[in-house]
């Protein structure tokens, strides 16, 4: 556990909770501290804000990772390094399948490691999984809470804008990939490698062919059901937390 402070998030071990929320946009972090008490800033650099509070008695930080692997790497690495030793993402992602609609959750069992940031590390023969207490606590809380959510494989990739993009997506969507994000394979296998207990549950704010422009315009404008399923990832993975501290008090 390292007392130097850390040169991206800019926290030392002194600021460490065992547990931290992982949204990639730094906005959503404000919108966490609504559901937290005893709520401190700790800091602001680059795209990582970082805040502290607790939950149902439980020391939570929530850090922005901001968008993609390699950003999503950083605040990995330098977590570990000040000794947070449980890490969620909740993040926003694009469905994959029909049935899955705005505001529903997946809880991602693994994620195909179709981006830089994992490979860079290790070879893709190495799984990016999360940690099982974490898969399993993420959906019992999904499913005590009563949300619509599915569980099961992701895809984390680095081509928002490439001209292939519905091509790869259906590839994968006939693979029975639930849905596509950026950060999610970074996570679990930096985590996996350093580790970590990690888990990425994710809100649907652009349905199988939706309009992705448009979707993510709603959700910057905090419109309709992608709010709705930010407030339910955030509740699922700090109900997930109260469940595996519980286990490892
Ligand atoms: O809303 P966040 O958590 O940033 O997640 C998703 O949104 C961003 C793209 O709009 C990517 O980071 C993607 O993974
Ligand atoms: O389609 C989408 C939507 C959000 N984030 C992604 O990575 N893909």
């Known amino acids: ?13 002194k600021n460490a909770a065992k547990y931290a929320l992982l949204p990639g946009d ?9 559901y937290l008490k005893n709520v401190k800033e700790l800091s602001h650099n680059r795209e990582y804000y970082c805040i502290s509070g607790t939950y149902r008695g439980i020391e939570v930080m929530a850090v922005s990772t901001g968008i993609g692997g390699p950003s ?5 690495e330098e977590l570990s390094k000040i000794g947070v030793k449980t890490l969620i993402r909740i993040g926003s992602c694009g469905a994959l399948q029909s049935d899955l609609k705005k505001g529903d959750l997946i809880i991602a069992s693994g994620a195909v490691r179709d981006e ?11 799984p990016a999984i999360p940690d ?10 999904a499913r005590r ?3 619509p959510f599915r569980y099961g494989l992701i895809r984390s990739h680095d081509s928002f804008y490439v001209d292939e993009e519905d091509e790869i997506d259906d590839f994968w969507r006939n693979k029975g990939i639930l849905g596509a994000d950026m950060e999610s394979a970074a996570l679990f296998v930096i985590g996996g490698l350093r580790g970590l207990k990690t888990g990425s549950v994710l809100n649907v704010i652009t349905e199988y062919r939706g309009d992705l422009k448009e979707d993510i315009n709603q959700y910057a404008e905090r419109e309709d059901m992608s709010m709705e399923g ?14 595996i501290d519980r286990m490892n008090p």
Do not use: C, K, N, W
């Open 132 to 141: 099982t207490d974490v898969l399993f606590a993420l959906i019992e809380s």
């Open 145 to 147: 809470l009563g949300y």
């Open 116 to 126: 830089g940031t994992s490979r860079a590390y290790i070879s893709t023969a190495y």
């Open 72 to 76: 999503t790497g950083i605040a990995v």
């Open 26 to 34: 730094p906005g959503r972090v404000t919108r966490i501290a609504d």
């Open 230 to 243: 930010e407030r339910r990832e955030i509740l699922t993975a700090l109900e997930a937390f109260v469940r």
């Open 1 to 13: 556990m390292s007392e130097i402070l850390q040169p991206h998030i800019r926290l030392s071990s």
